[in-house]
């Protein structure tokens, strides 16, 4: 199945997209794509651009969504489960900042 239906979790979000857009062998051209849309983030976000009422094209929304985008397809390409690794992240993150 290839669809999204609401409260997506991050799991569901990278199942998605190995049904989508997943290409083992190009790992480098998704992380091209990744930094591409960093830079469109960071332009978006220095002119404010929020969706508010509007279309998402060109707004900082639009550019966080083709980020995470990016960043699922690179973490199914290495099998990392990004669920599974904010949480040890974030329990790194408890020891060393305290929260
Ligand atoms: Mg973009």
Redesign the pocket.
Known sequence: MNTLGTNITLNELQEYLKNKDYNPDAAMAYFYKLIE?VG?LAEVMRKNKRQGDGEIKGTIE??LS?VLYYTACIANIFQINLEDSFKQKEELNKVKWGK
Request: aromatic share 0%.
């Open positions: 849309e469109e639009e550019e083709d």
